[in-house]
């Protein structure tokens, strides 16, 4: 169907005529445009196509060569054919430029065609259009001046618009409606191009507004909208216009039915779009200008047409307008509840821009959107991706103490059915949503569960060592943790996140688990070896990666003070010990030597884990260390709180004390991170081993052979000579109770005072439940280590050493109050006392 | 502002490819076959938008032609959708019950309709009348084959 075509069929690009073909001296007429297009549309293979190609490039080439002009027309639109099938077209660049050059219009109309599609900025030869473009932009030809003002705005450089808006300026001020409009979109290219450019078009923007013509006005508002999206004194100049913008707006919703502009019963919907978001901007942040199109705005949202597209695509800049600008409240409301309209549209496309609006609105208005709630949840069981995405996001959006119980619940199903993309971030929302309003730490432990038993391969890295934190935090909830954790690897052990979560709880908790303490549920009936073979059913299986294998390591070597089936477990570890899996060797090797060498401290290495203080939430944090990697080996340096009393009994000493310079007994862990070697230097240095009653010299050192996990006495390891010089003190005698002080200085820090206790018992009964308690004042922090035992023997004949590290950065004098309290013949004693006897030098 | 526009086939085919933003071959056919690729593959009865990289891409079939257009964030998407039927509309006047055939053949018509209707990215015209009657009077413009033999090139 042609009928338009009629004419111009007898173009230079599609005459056959002979006559022409004689001119020629007999050469054959370079093939017609559409005859080309029918011959390549007949190949059958795109190495026929590529042949066909080939052949007329070459004819097109050497028809360039002979600088034909009556075919370069012709020559170039079949160039661009076969460009737009993906052929190289470069050696027809120059062609444009001629034919731009040319004075025939179907040259001109070719040539600009083939610069917009051939020619790009960043050839310097687009600049030679520049002069042509300036002829053409002054051409008696409307529709020639059209074609300049065109390639300018289209793909004009920065060099061309620098050299060519003077031009444009001067075709912005015409009245001609045609050229106007074109000059207008162009002035907005360039402003693009030069944003210091702007001002020079200023004063032609004056009376924009007052055309007739939609084409103008359109071009006008999309002029001002560039101006004032750029330029702050723009914006403040062009509020003027608000109440002319509002006017137009009002007519075109008013005015009659106008087929040239009536889409759907609506006139214009490009322009009163266009009229909308440039009153957004307008009255952003300005109460007078928001005012001045309130009314409009209302009107517009209660009378537009929702039945078509288009007016929704209104209805929606409208609903976008009002929530950016001051709007009084009630607008706001009939706007969120647009949105919510939205979300019940049969139409997908406009549930998808309701979602994404509500995202852009749930922070400013929260309660509003929440009403909708209920259909933004229904959402998440769209077919459409975008959809259940944006739903999903809103959803987490919504999430708040009130509501937590029935959104999870629906984001649980989401999380089960949805695609593998959404997975890893549904669940590190739901983790985020949990940790925020879990309205009981019951129900956070189930919903961790069924994350972890349901996408448990999606989970992000960082979620094990954070739900790990959660879980040790959740103290009344041990038992039904690792219960539930236990069964759920019982069913499936391909999750890695899910295995390396359980067997920590496992190897944590796995004595709760034996000695079925569960209250929540029915407590499960389980023997050492099943709970063992589960463990080394990890070690062994295909499914685990080399962290996870790491975990359920330590996690069996954890159970052996928990477990009486200690030979088991020695076993496995020692087999281990050739493990090919480097850090798996180390671990067995290591776990091996705790076994052969360090039986007596085993108990003390692997206790029960104290609570975890999370520093920031996205941070590191302590728990990084407690990462798949280095975690939870028995090298970390866990030092245990003071005689595994959680932290409320340091509070006990507080209110006993009272006071406000008595800060809480500082037991955070060390920040250190975890390396092997490292800290099990550290941590046997630190350890005072009961043996013979320590002198209380100054430790010098002594002909202890260098490997220091041999010939281990009481003497604290870090021996500076300098800081020898410390004298010992006696900090409490009493009731035959004795406390020495022995410092050191610890290396590397000289700011940390390494003080040893030396307790002693003169009576000729033993003090049994032997607990050292101390405090410092807020100044200082201190950090109290496991004490050797918790029996002060009678008579002397040994004592309890405890270690207590104090930094002290200001570099104050040293205070400490410290409370003692054990058994003796039967009865509980208690007592408080303060140290201040401390000689100078420990603490300058 | 709109980045591009593009029509292309059910089996992939460029038929007409408008670049408002510049970019090198390399990159334009980089954006072509991720823009085919992401509108071909969409299963049936999902919604008009989809996300790439920082635009907004609509895309719409009519009959065997998709035509996609790639958006600013802050663009109106279903504007857009209006803006592709009126650009089909525009063509469907002037080629009379336009087909995917009209515009292979006559891809510089297309061009030359769509450059009276839309420029650097923006809406030129909203008339539905004053498109196609610039382009018909342009057409007046080009020379006869006499016409064009008589007048000097430059």
């Known amino acids: 169907m042609m009928t338009n075509l009629s004419r111009t069929s007898f173009t230079i690009l599609d005459d056959s005529s002979p006559f022409l073909a004689s001119l020629r001296l007999n050469m054959p007429a370079p093939i017609r445009l559409r005859e080309l297009i029918r011959t390549i549309r007949t190949a059958r293979t795109q190495a026929e196509e590529r042949e066909m190609i080939q052949k007329e490039c070459a004819a097109i080439r050497s028809s360039f060569r002979e600088e034909d002009n009556t075919y370069r027309c012709r020559n170039v639109a079949k160039l661009l054919y076969m460009h737009m099938l993906g052929y190289p077209a470069h050696f027809g660049q120059l062609e444009c430029l001629k034919l731009i050059a040319s004075q025939k219009f179907t040259d001109k109309r070719i040539g600009y065609l083939g610069a917009m599609l051939l020619l790009d900025e960043r050839q310097d030869v687009h600049l030679l259009m520049t002069n042509c473009i300036k002829n053409d932009l002054n051409h008696s030809t409307q529709y020639v001046q059209g074609l300049a003002l065109c390639t300018l705005g289209c793909m004009g450089s920065s060099e061309m618009c620098r050299d060519l808006a003077g031009e444009v300026e001067k075709l912005l001020k015409t009245s001609n409606s045609y050229l106007r409009k074109k000059a207008a979109l162009c002035a907005v290219h360039v402003i693009r191009k030069v944003p210091e450019l702007m001002e020079m078009f200023l004063p032609a923007t004056k009376n924009l507004l007052s055309e007739k013509n939609h084409g103008v006005l359109h071009t006008s508002v999309v002029l001002l909208t560039e101006m004032c999206e750029r330029s702050p004194d723009m914006l403040a100049h062009f509020r003027k216009l608000v109440p002319q913008l509002v006017r137009i707006l009002k007519n075109l919703i008013m005015s009659g039915y106008s087929p040239e502009h009536d889409v759907s019963g609506i006139s214009d919907p490009f322009l009163q779009v266009r009229i909308l978001r440039l009153l957004r901007i307008l009255g952003k942040g300005d109460d007078d200008s928001s005012e001045a199109m309130n009314d409009i705005l209302a009107q517009v949202a209660t009378n537009t047409e929702t039945s078509k597209n288009v007016g929704n695509a209104i209805l929606y800049e409208t609903v976008l307008t009002i929530m950016d600008i001051k709007s009084e409240s009630g607008l706001r409301v009939l706007a969120i509840n647009i949105l919510g309209r939205f979300l019940l549209n049969n139409d997908k496309n406009i549930r998808y821009v309701a979602l994404t609006s509500l995202l852009k609105t749930v922070q400013t208005d929260h309660n509003a959107v929440q009403r909708h709630r209920s259909t933004i949840v229904d959402c998440l069981k769209d077919l459409d991706v975008s959809i259940k995405r944006r739903a999903m996001e809103l959803s987490f959006a919504l999430v708040n103490g009130n509501n937590i119980r029935g959104m999870m619940k629906e984001l649980l199903y989401f999380l089960d059915s949805c695609d593998p993309e959404f997975k890893a971030d549904c669940a590190s929302g739901v983790f985020l949503a949990a940790e925020k309003y879990a309205p009981s730490k019951r129900w956070h432990i189930d919903t961790i569960m069924r994350v972890l038993t349901t996408a448990g391969s999606y989970v992000r890295d960082d979620s094990v060592p954070n739900l790990i934190q959660l879980i040790t935090n959740s103290v009344e909830m041990h038992a039904y943790t690792v219960q539930r954790l236990y069964k759920a690897l019982l069913d499936d052990i391909s999750q890695q996140p899910l295995v390396q979560v359980a067997s920590w709880c496992i190897g944590e908790y796995g004595d709760l688990l034996l000695s079925g303490q569960c209250e929540e549920e029915e407590p499960i009936q389980v023997t050492e070896d099943e709970v063992l073979d589960v463990l080394e059913g990890l070690l062994v299986s295909n499914l685990s990666t080399p962290v996870t294998r790491g975990y359920s390591l330590t996690a069996i070597m954890k159970l052996s003070t928990r477990f009486s089936s200690v030979n088991r477990i020695k076993k496995v570890v020692s087999i281990y010990g050739s493990s090919i899996d480097v850090e798996l060797q180390q671990r067995a090797v290591e776990y091996n030597a705790l076994f052969k060498k360090y039986d007596h401290m085993r108990p003390a290495l692997l206790e029960r884990m104290p609570i975890m203080e999370k520093t920031a939430s996205n941070g590191p944090t302590e728990i990084v260390q407690t990462n798949g990697e280095t975690e939870p080996s028995v090298v970390e340096p866990k030092h245990p709180p003071p005689i595994n009393q959680p932290a409320s009994q340091g509070n006990d000493l507080l209110d006993l004390l009272g006071g406000n310079d008595v800060p809480v007994i500082q037991t955070t862990m060390p920040t250190k991170p975890a390396s092997a070697g490292g800290e099990l230097l550290d941590l046997l240095g630190d350890l005072s081993l009961g043996g013979p009653a320590p002198a209380p010299a100054p430790p010098a050192p002594t002909s202890q052979p260098p490997f220091l996990l041999d010939g281990l006495s009481s003497q604290p390891l870090f021996n500076d000579i300098a800081a020898a010089g410390i004298p010992p003190m006696t900090a409490y005698n009493k009731n035959g109770l004795k406390i020495d002080f022995t410092f050191e200085r610890a290396n590397p820090n000289p700011n940390v005072a390494v003080i040893t206790i030396h307790a002693s018992n003169s009576t000729e009964a033993d003090m049994t439940d032997f607990v050292f308690q101390a405090a410092v004042p807020k100044t200082f922090q201190l950090q109290l280590l496991s004490p050797s035992s918790n029996v002060v023997p009678a008579l002397n004949q040994g004592t309890v050493t405890q270690v207590i590290r104090v930094l002290n950065q200001q570099k104050q004098q040293l205070r400490m109050r410290i409370k003692l309290t054990y058994t003796h013949k039967g009865s509980a004693v208690q007592d408080l006392a303060e140290v201040n006897n401390f000689p100078p030098q420990s603490w300058q | ?154």
């Open chain 2, 1 to 154: 502002m709109i980045h591009f526009l593009l029509l292309f086939s059910r089996q992939g085919k460029l038929r007409l490819q408008k670049w408002f933003t510049p970019l090198s071959e390399r990159e334009k056919k980089k954006v072509i076959r991720d823009m085919t690729m992401s509108v071909l593959s969409r299963p049936p009865r999902t919604s008009n938008f989809l996300q790439w990289r920082d635009l907004k891409i609509v895309y719409k079939r009519y009959a065997s032609l998709y035509f996609c257009v790639g958006l600013d964030e802050k663009d109106n998407e279903l504007l857009a959708l209006e803006m592709i039927h009126r650009y089909v509309e525009l063509l469907d006047k002037y080629f009379g019950n336009v087909c995917e055939l009209d515009i292979i053949f006559n891809f510089e018509k297309a061009y030359f309709i769509l450059d009276e209707f839309l420029m650097g990215g923006e809406i030129l015209e909203t008339s539905k009348f004053a498109v196609g009657g610039s382009v018909e009077e342009a057409d007046t413009l080009q020379e006869t084959m006499e016409e064009y033999m008589s007048k000097p090139a430059y």
